[in-house]
């Protein structure tokens, strides 16, 4: 095989014998069409290089943002976590400042309905103690929420006599604050209503459920809760009506805030008095 050397002779066009062999092996001799396309390809080359190192950088500047963002984050929930714990805590201290000044109330009217005031500063502030709980800092999820809220009435209402239980479905919906804070206030009336007007001498049954549901509410697929209980029914003319109906009343408002429906049914199928509510999934 014939070597060739830097010192072989130029030909015509000033190459080497052996760089004119080598331009032929890889396509670029004399004639060739690629030669034509050399320069092109080579500035190509260039221009994709220079493309390169600038997404190079792109990419180092999104890091060094995402990096950013990821701070901005964490310290938003440090101060969101911060505002929240301050909050319940004012909360409890005005249900405290409300227990305090029932000891010089003298009707039972009035001491209900501070103890009714003080039950619903608390269920706001037990919202706020599930939010730090999940450290999620924005929403709740229904089931979680509803077990929450019955959980503190019933071990606060010390009737170990009342058969309470569940029948909760999760769905995953979640409710922000917006939301929660109401839906946590309906819960908590009805609840309450069923504990103390539904179980006389503080003995009964109450049934509290969560599911979804289709069909009711014009084929739209809804949050379906229901609370019922075993006692005598809502009473229509005596002085336990007056606090039902006070009770009812926020409810009814609670559930438009929710652009929610409601129901109540009492008397039959061996219940007392159910309670439903359906809120929009």
């Not at 309470?164 to 804070?181: I, R």
Request: glycine share 8%; with cysteine; aromatic share 6%.
């Amino acid at each position: 095989m014939p070597e060739f050397s830097r010192s072989d002779p130029p030909d015509d066009d000033g190459l080497s014998q052996s760089d004119s062999v080598r331009e032929r092996i890889i396509g670029l001799g004399e004639g060739s069409v690629r030669k034509s396309y050399y320069p092109q390809l080579q500035e190509k080359i260039r221009a994709l290089e220079a493309k390169q190192r600038e997404l190079m950088a792109m990419v180092g500047s999104l890091k060094e943002r995402e990096s950013e963002l990821e701070g901005l984050v964490s310290e938003k929930n440090v101060l969101l976590r911060e505002v929240h714990h301050r909050v319940k805590n004012n909360l409890q201290i005005i249900g405290s400042l409300l227990s305090l000044g029932s000891d010089s109330l003298m009707t039972e009217a009035e001491i209900r309905r501070f103890s009714d005031t003080r039950r619903r500063i608390d269920t706001i502030a037990l919202v706020y103690t599930q939010l730090l709980n999940e450290e999620r800092f924005s929403d709740l999820e229904t089931a979680q929420l509803v077990r929450s809220v019955g959980d503190s009435l019933y071990l606060e209402a010390g009737l170990p006599l009342v058969e309470f239980s569940y029948s909760l479905e999760p769905s995953g919906l979640m409710l922000n604050m917006d939301k929660a804070v109401p839906f946590a206030l309906l819960v908590s009336e009805l609840i309450s209503n069923a504990l103390h007007h539904g179980c006389p001498e503080g003995r009964g049954r109450i049934i509290v459920s969560l599911k979804r549901d289709r069909g009711h509410v014009q084929g739209r697929v809804t949050e379906l809760l229901c609370i019922q209980d075993s006692g005598p029914g809502l009473p229509k003319y005596s002085t336990e009506a007056e606090g039902h109906t006070m009770g009812l009343k926020l409810v009814d408002m609670l559930a438009h805030q929710l652009k929610a429906e409601w129901s109540l049914e009492t008397g039959s199928s061996g219940f007392g008095l159910r309670a439903l509510f359906w809120m929009p999934g």
